[in-house]
C-alpha cells in the first residue's frame, strides 16, 4: 500500500522568513511524487512534482521540494513566505508501473504571518 | 484557472435522492478523476477514466457511479444520499492518466445533504 503522512496540521511563519512544509511517504517501488495547494473554495492547484533525476524540484511561484530517498521525505521549501502563500498544501504519491492513482496527505495549513 | 469546469458549484438536497454532478476536462486531456474530500476523511480518490473507459477505481461506493461520454465530458451519479454524503466532489484532468502526470482539478461542488 502507498501511504503519505504529513505531520504537521498547521504551520505558522513570519513573512518573509523560509517556510518548510513536510511530507513523508511510504510505497513500494519508485515514488513520483507531487505538491498541491488549495485556496479556499477553490480547487486543487498543482505546485510541482518529482519524477527522477535532480533531487532538488523547483516549481511555481518559488517552491522548491527536496527529494530525500533514505529518509523518505518530500519536504516543500520557498526562501521567503509571502502572506498570500497561505492556504492548505497537500503532499501526494503515485507508483511507477502502478495502476493505483494519487494518494494524497492530509493536508498542512499554512498560515505566513503580517 | 485550470482550464477544469464543473457543474454546479453548489447543490443541497435531501436524503434519499439523486444527484448528477458534471465535469468537463481542460481541453486536450484524455483522463478524468473523481475525488472527494471531507472533514474526516480527507481527500480521497473515487474513481479514473480515460477515453471513456474505466481505468481504476478507489473508494467509490456502490450508491455512486460515473460515466465518461465521447466528448471526454464526466457525470457523477449519487443516489440513495445520506448525511454522510455531504462533502466537496472534485474533478480533475490530466492528458493520459499516466501516474507520473499532474492533474489539474476543478474548483469542485459543494453537496450539502439535509
Known amino acids: 500500500a502507498q501511504s503519505v503522512a504529513q505531520p504537521e496540521d498547521q504551520v505558522n511563519v513570519a513573512e518573509g522568513n523560509p517556510l518548510t512544509v513536510k511530507c513523508t511517504y511510504s510505497?513500494?517501488?519508485?515514488?513520483?511524487l507531487f505538491w498541491y495547494v488549495q485556496y479556499p473554495n477553490r480547487g486543487l492547484q498543482f505546485l510541482l512534482k518529482y519524477i527522477t533525476g535532480d533531487n532538488l524540484v523547483k516549481g511555481s511561484y518559488g517552491f522548491e521540494a527536496e527529494f530525500n530517498k533514505s529518509q523518505t521525505s518530500f519536504h516543500l521549501k520557498k526562501p521567503s513566505a509571502l502572506v498570500s502563500d497561505s492556504a492548505l498544501y497537500f503532499c501526494?504519491?503515485?507508483?511507477?508501473?502502478?495502476?493505483?492513482?494519487?494518494?494524497f496527505g492530509s493536508g498542512t495549513q499554512l498560515t505566513v504571518l503580517p | 484557472d485550470s482550464g477544469v469546469t464543473q457543474t454546479p458549484k453548489h447543490l443541497i438536497t435531501a436524503t434519499g435522492q439523486r444527484v448528477t454532478l458534471r465535469c468537463s476536462p481542460r481541453s486536450g486531456d484524455l483522463s478524468v478523476y473523481w475525488y472527494q474530500q471531507s472533514l474526516d476523511q480527507g481527500l480521497q480518490f473515487l474513481i479514473q477514466?480515460?477515453?471513456?473507459?474505466?481505468?481504476a477505481k478507489g473508494n467509490i461506493l456502490e450508491r455512486f457511479s460515473a460515466q465518461q461520454f465521447p466528448d471526454l465530458h464526466s457525470e457523477l451519479n449519487l443516489s440513495s444520499l445520506e448525511l454522510g454524503d455531504s462533502a466537496l466532489y472534485f474533478c480533475a484532468s490530466s492528458v493520459s492518466g499516466a501516474p507520473h502526470q499532474p492533474q489539474h482539478f476543478g474548483d469542485g461542488t459543494r453537496l450539502s445533504i439535509l
Open positions: 510505497v513500494s517501488g519508485n515514488p513520483y
Open positions: 477514466y480515460y477515453n471513456g473507459e474505466e481505468r
Open positions: 501526494a504519491v503515485s507508483v511507477s508501473g502502478s495502476a493505483r492513482q494519487l494518494t
